[in-house]
């Protein structure tokens, strides 16, 4: 029943910030026991994962991405937001926000093409 959906612009420019909200359905992002991740996939590769938001509010990011992540969340609105400052082209990747329960991962959004580009 929980539903995630990705949603941003799909093309930025080089040194710009790429921010991404996912809009959550069927469970408040308050809700105990849940996280809500940010997993990203460049062309040709693995999935990465980035970081996450806790119901509580406590965040976690990736150790490679720390310095230029942000996670938000808008509770009124049921949706947390991803913002990557700086980018360049390796940027360049699906965007997939994920719920969590406890350990496991949940519901995937169907993913959002992000271009880093001129």
């Known amino acids: 029943q929980v539903q995630v959906q990705e949603s941003g612009p799909g093309l930025v420019k080089p040194s710009q910030t790429l921010s991404l909200t996912c809009t959550v359905s069927g469970v408040s992002i308050t809700t105990s026991s849940y996280a809500w991740n940010w997993i990203r996939q460049p062309p040709g590769k693995g999935l990465e994962w980035m970081g996450m938001i806790h119901s509580n509010g406590n965040r976690y990011y990736s150790s490679s991405l720390k310095s230029r992540t942000s996670i938000s969340r808008d509770t009124s609105n049921n949706q947390f937001s991803l913002q990557l400052t700086s980018v360049t082209p390796e940027d360049t990747a699906v965007y997939y926000c994920?719920?969590?329960?406890?350990?496991?991962?949940?519901?995937w959004g169907q993913g959002t093409q992000v271009t880093v580009s001129s």
């Open positions: 994920v719920s969590q329960w406890r350990s496991s991962f949940g519901s």
